[in-house]
């Protein structure tokens, strides 16, 4: 096919991209989020979670908690039914007993009038530990005699599945071409920017909870089997829901732990997890390490296909042994393999608990197999467009696990995302270090997974006004259910789309559905929906007939009008005067039409055998980037994703959805991990997980293949999460591509390939044991406690001059308040203040100038705020380093908030603007009870203020003819974060342009940092290679930390590319 | 602590509970002001974002006590009775928003910029979404409501003139 579908040709409302149920809500403000709502007598939680990954619980110390003034409840797992939960096998108790399983098992809770009340009680709870050797890795896991996370699962192996369709031996055998391979997948979080939350009640014996769940159903189910109770006891409703990806799919303790506190106090309850609690216990993607063998015929035809697998479900399984299924077998329903053989397992570990994130298993499972396709492509000299072309699955085809494909565009796909990214044409003109890859990957449309049955159910009902009202508990996670769901019914039903409601779900009202996973709702639910429609329709039009005393086939309705089909428009009657008089005559009854729908699909056995979905949705995914030799950074400049979902039914949307799951991709293959301590996520907070943000996205071209599945509504399949899938893999491929490196292990990091390309420069590296990480700039509150701060009310003191400043600093137990945002962030990070009294700078005249004085200098005082830096004209153009330095911070908002005061005063080197000033010469003036003093800056790095000294202002002056300074900051990941090295320098030439002065400065090479005045360059004509020459005493001189930005080795060597870089961009600008 | 300042146009005063407190909490807590939403309470996400005289200025960073006598805009005040603001008009045209959590931040972040530079550079507007995250979208859409708000900006423009 390669034209819409003559289907689609009529339809009015399917198709165009009306106006979204929740816009109007969601840009004024009004969208009401859980974190949102407010009760009378609402009452605050809060969560004490374990420090350990594995220990004993020896006893628990209430009373001193309790006795705190403001405290409701204090709650432990004996306060719990005892009763284990989960959503396939029960293992995870509300509030650990006896045991704890990973860094962030939660120990007690509690629930008091404030939440700085909740978690200063959270703070006085006293819990003793035996601490037990844990598991922290699969290998742990795996290894003889190893300890058990739970007792009863010997081996550690919570699930398995172990099975071969069809003769892989023989298939192996008859193959000319055999590649294999073993790729390793890293835990991903959703990073939902709403975290998971839950106001809960207890009233006349019934729970009410206020849920951000994409899973109203399934949340009840499983909150009162967590509970004990039957499910009638408990009502969820579902409140707005910021961001789910499957991290909000009712497999956490929040809700379950806050319900327990409503019953407990009588009182309502809001329990929000704060972000790190969020990294910590919402199931993030599952890691695996996954083998493949394939074998092809000389003409690329595949044959034979066997995988083995391990995966870490972490210490509680939720929905992990589904994924392991659909990592294990999906795949093979996308390309023609005619045997699979499969072995896979689920480990148990005392890490971090993994579950479903868009995707669910397929972007671990393609991001090994897509590239053994891509190197087979190599091995058989086939152009791998070609190759996956050749191989894709059609329609009528049925995979060795009886997945039935019906409608099927896959080749439409590749040939449509290799056109829209040039492909034959890029390919043929092969650039240096620059690549070409691409991958394919496939969905269900909902999936039998719960039990025999994924259907849903709706009700839609015309009310007397004319407009009607879909009942559905299928719910909108942000994605644009409620949209489609109504364009569905409106174009069903015959009615303008604004005159189709949605009514947000609540279990008390709306009809039982899964809810929003498994790409299921537009598949699932829209058939539901359509069918209810249709059957309202017919009980209005029949009313109509009535009405009109004519047969129904005479009668039509246009656009929320019924009237006969040949009648003149005035004979026609708008639906509300039909629905009225159907309601409002003896026996009259309203116009509810009930539609059901079951996916037609099988409920696989024990070995995963049997048609997960009644369809499939696919897509294919090219990239082209191109790779930094010097550093092994990746800038990604194209992606094309041609998606088959079958007909599109609101194209802004789908694209909306396609583009979000590729950035999420784009985040899973270069910039979202942590390293993990003893079995925690080191620092576990955005700064150190940064996002794909807008500023380095590649060119992103979206398509939809011309398609039409037959058992959708108008033709409709999902789309959730295949943009996702394919994108690490894709990356990779492309990489190989530009480099000849191929990258088995996920995240992709610039040092790996940086490694791969340079193995000389780590030849003599000696790896040196990890030591345990510091805390960030702001020290953390220990591990287990909430974040945020407790109760303390400081003094505020504005100052209005230096001197009184000096003074009230010299009393002691105070703090300086410039920009205040490190005072904000400490106190949100350790849960107090840094004094009893804050005294605030930024009224102080003096300390808010900005001048250049008579000789040229620039003066700026400590007050100052970046931003007015950043916007000084003179400034970019007089001392370029300087604005360089600012203009790394990356954000007119962040610059606002730091101060020169806060930049210089701590005297870190590992800050941006110190570096630029280092650089530049400048001079710091401080003052102190005994008076002012200047200093130069770098003698202030060697020596330290003194402690009762405040930053008063910096002076730089004008720099000579010929000069030119630079600075760059080198983050590993590309987004905003400290970085891995940040450097500045400044070259002064003389009359015939030799070097006359060389300075760089290098940062975060140790805690000062590194200052080289490059003499050996004086009176000599520059050259990169001398520059480089020159820099090569900051590898001696580099004394970096290994870290999640980069081991020790790499540190150092960036140190040196970029100490040569910044040179060499300053010895331009003074030329 | 008693601190005065101007919030969506309306004289307010607040008598701050603790002399530390965050902007953030004032505006959701004391007025009720749920527009600007926590992500990650440590200035990194930017979707607490709100405008002090006229910049955007994430509230969760934001103390409080330094705010006296300042002009704070929230997304709650952008739009009249009959109609929404031009750029709250572009992101619903543009079908620029999914769950939604971020778009106040967004919206705010984008009339900053319009307000102080009716013509931005691609690479003006680049910076201006990068500064605030949205984990749905992928930003291309909001990319395409700043074309339309600055569209609209200019037409208005014209139309002045």
Not at chain 1, 215 to 231: K, N, Q, V, W
Not at chain 1, 392 to 421: F, M, R, W, Y
Not at chain 1, 550 to 565: A, H, M, R, S
Not at chain 1, 652 to 670: E, K, P, T
Request: charged share 20%; aromatic share 6%.
């Amino acid at each position: 096919m390669n034209a819409p579908d003559p289907r689609t040709a009529g339809l009015l409302i399917v198709g165009k991209d009306v106006q979204r149920t929740d816009a109007i809500p969601k840009v004024t403000g009004a969208a009401l989020y859980v974190a949102d709502i407010q009760m009378p007598g609402m009452l605050h939680g809060a969560v004490l979670r374990s420090p350990h990954p594995n220990a004993r619980i020896v006893s628990i110390d209430l009373s001193a908690a309790r006795a705190m003034p403001g405290v409701k409840s204090v709650i432990t797992g004996e306060d719990t039914a005892h009763k284990k939960w989960g959503a396939f096998r029960p293992d995870l108790y509300p509030l650990g007993i006896a045991r704890v399983r990973y860094v962030g098992d939660e120990v007690a809770a509690v629930a008091a009038t404030t939440p700085e009340i909740a978690r200063a009680a959270i703070d006085k709870i006293v819990v003793k530990y035996e601490v037990l050797p844990a598991v922290l890795s699969m290998n742990q896991a795996m290894a003889p005699n190893a300890p058990l996370v739970h007792d009863d699962c010997v081996g550690n192996i919570a699930h398995e599945f172990n099975f071969e369709r069809g003769d892989v031996d023989a298939g192996f055998k008859a193959s000319d071409c055999i590649v294999e391979g073993t790729w390793e997948s890293q835990r991903q979080w959703h990073t939902s920017l709403e975290t998971i939350g839950c106001v809960a009640k207890f009233s006349d014996g019934r729970y009410t909870l206020w849920c951000n769940t994409q899973t109203p159903y399934l949340a009840r189910g499983r909150y009162s089997a967590a509970l004990g109770i039957p499910e009638s006891q408990m009502r969820v409703i579902q409140t707005e829901v910021g961001g789910g990806f499957g991290g909000k799919s009712g497999d956490d303790n929040c809700s379950v732990i806050c319900a327990m506190l409503a019953r407990k106090t009588g009182k309502p309850v809001k329990l929000i997890h704060t972000r790190e609690e969020e990294f910590l216990a919402s199931h993030p993607r599952m890691p695996m390490r996954y083998w493949v063998r394939l074998g092809f015929s000389k003409a690329g035809k595949v044959l034979a296909k066997e995988i083995k697998m391990w995966a870490d479900n972490g210490a509680y399984t939720g929905k992990s042994q589904a994924i392991l299924g659909a990592a294990t077998v999906r795949h093979d329903a996308l390309y023609k393999y005619p045997n699979a053989r499969a072995h896979s397992k689920l480990l148990y570990t005392n890490l971090v608990p993994t579950g479903a994130f868009r995707g669910f298993g397929n972007p671990s499972a393609d991001w090994a197999v897509e590239q053994a396709w891509d190197l087979a492509a190599e091995k058989l000299g086939i152009d791998i467009a070609d190759l996956l072309r050749v191989n894709a699955v059609e329609p009528g085809d049925v995979s060795p696990h009886n997945h039935k494909i019906t409608s099927c565009e896959l080749k439409q796909c590749i040939d449509k995302a290799t056109a829209l990214i040039g492909w034959k044409a890029k390919h043929k003109n092969k650039k240096p270090n620059r690549g070409l890859g691409m991958g394919c990957s496939l969905h269900v449309n909902g999936r039998r997974s719960f039990g025999d049955w994924d259907g849903s159910s709706a009700i839609v009902r015309i009310n007397d006004d004319g407009r009607a009202t879909i009942i559905s508990g299928e719910g909108e996670i942000g994605q644009g259910t409620f949209t489609v769901l109504r364009q569905i019914a409106a174009e069903e039903l015959g009615l303008p789309y604004e005159d189709v409601d949605i009514t947000r779900p609540d279990t008390d009202v709306h009809p039982y559905a899964l809810g929003a996973l498994a790409s299921r709702v537009t598949y699932v639910a829209g058939n539901a929906v359509k069918r209810a429609a249709g059957e309202a329709s017919k009980q209005l039009m029949a009313a109509a007939a009535e009405q009109f005393k004519l047969p129904v086939e005479d009668l039509t309705i246009i656009n929320g009008q019924i009237g006969p089909k040949a009648g003149p428009e005035s004979a026609y009657k708008p639906v509300s005067v039909i629905v009225r008089a159907n309601i409002y005559k003896p026996g009259g009854q309203p116009i509810i039409g009930v539609g059901n729908f079951d996916n037609p699909s099988e409920f696989p056995d024990h070995s995963r055998f049997g048609n997960e979905s009644g369809s499939y949705n696919f897509a294919a995914q090219c990239v082209e980037l191109e790779v930094d030799p010097g550093t092994g950074m990746v800038k990604l400049d194209e992606i094309s994703a041609v998606v088959d979902c079958g007909t599109v039914i609101h194209p802004a949307a789908a694209q909306g959805q396609v583009h979000g799951g590729m950035v999420q991709g784009i985040g899973f293959a270069m910039t979202e991990y942590f390293d993990l301590w003893n079995g925690q996520p080191t620092d576990p907070q955005l700064k150190d997980y940064p996002l794909p943000g807008a500023a380095n996205l590649p060119v992103m071209h979206v398509a939809f293949a011309d398609s039409y599945e037959p058992s959708g509504p108008f033709g409709a399949k999902g789309l959730g999460e295949i943009g996702l899938d394919a994108i690490p893999a894709a990356i990779a491929n492309a990489i190989s591509d530009a480099v000849g490196v191929r990258i088995h292990d996920l995240p992709i990091t610039s040092e790996k390939i940086h490694r791969a390309l340079h193995p000389e420069l780590y030849a003599d590296e000696i790896a040196l044991p990890a030591v345990e990480p510091k805390g960030g700039m702001w020290s953390r509150l220990s591990v287990g406690r909430p974040s945020g701060p407790r109760p303390f009310i400081p003094e505020f003191i504005v100052a209005i001059s230096v001197e009184e400043a000096v003074a009230l600093y010299a009393e002691g137990e105070s703090a300086l308040v410039s920009g205040g945002m490190s005072h904000a962030l400490r106190r949100e990070r350790t849960g107090y203040p840094q004094a009893k009294r804050l005294v605030s700078l930024a009224r102080v005249p003096e300390l808010l100038d900005l001048c250049i004085d008579a000789k040229s200098a620039l003066h700026i005082g400590s007050a100052v705020n970046q931003q007015r830096i950043y916007d000084e004209a003179k400034v970019k153009t007089g001392w370029q380093a300087i604005h360089d330095a600012l203009e790394a911070v990356g954000h007119t908002r962040l610059r606002r908030m730091i101060t020169l005061g806060g930049s210089i005063g701590p005297l870190i080197g590992g800050f941006d603007l110190p570096i630029a000033l280092l650089a530049l010469h400048a001079r710091v003036t401080v003052a102190g009870p005994q008076g002012r003093r200047t200093l130069a800056l770098d003698e202030a790095f060697q020596n330290r203020f003194a402690k009762d000294e405040l930053v008063v202002s910096i002076g730089v002056d004008a720099l000579h003819a010929r000069t030119g300074s630079a600075f760059h900051k080198y983050m590993l990941r590309g987004e905003l974060e400290i970085p891995t090295v940040n450097v500045a320098a400044k070259i002064t030439l003389d009359v015939a342009g030799d070097c006359a002065a060389a300075r760089v400065v290098v940062g975060c090479m140790g805690w000062k940092p590194i200052v080289l005045d490059l003499v050996d360059l004086i009176g000599k004509p520059l050259s990169e290679q001398a520059i480089r020459e020159s820099v090569q005493t900051v590898r001696t001189l580099a004394q970096p930390v290994a870290d999640v930005r980069g081991s020790a080795a790499y540190k150092r060597e960036m140190a040196v590319e970029w100490a040569a870089r910044v040179l060499i961009t300053a010895w331009q600008r003074a030329k | 602590m008693l601190i005065k300042f101007t919030l969506n146009g309306d004289a307010v005063e607040v008598a701050l509970k603790t002399a530390d407190r965050l902007l953030a909490d004032v505006l959701r807590e004391d007025f009720q002001l749920t527009g600007a939403k926590l992500g990650c309470s440590i200035g990194a996400c930017g979707i607490c974002t709100v405008l002090v005289d006229g910049e955007p200025t994430p509230a969760c960073l934001q103390l409080a006590a330094l705010c006296d006598g300042a002009d704070i805009r929230t997304v709650e005040g952008l739009a009249t009775a009959d109609a929404l603001h031009p750029v709250q008009q572009a992101f619903v045209n543009q079908t620029a928003l999914q769950c939604g959590i971020c778009i106040p931040g967004h919206v705010m972040q984008a009339c900053s910029l319009l307000e102080k530079n009716p013509n931005p550079s691609e690479e003006e507007i680049k910076a201006s979404v990068d500064s605030v995250y949205c984990r749905c979208t992928g930003y291309h859409r909001i990319f395409e409501a700043y074309r339309e708000a600055i569209a609209t900006a200019q037409k208005t423009a014209k139309v002045k003139a």
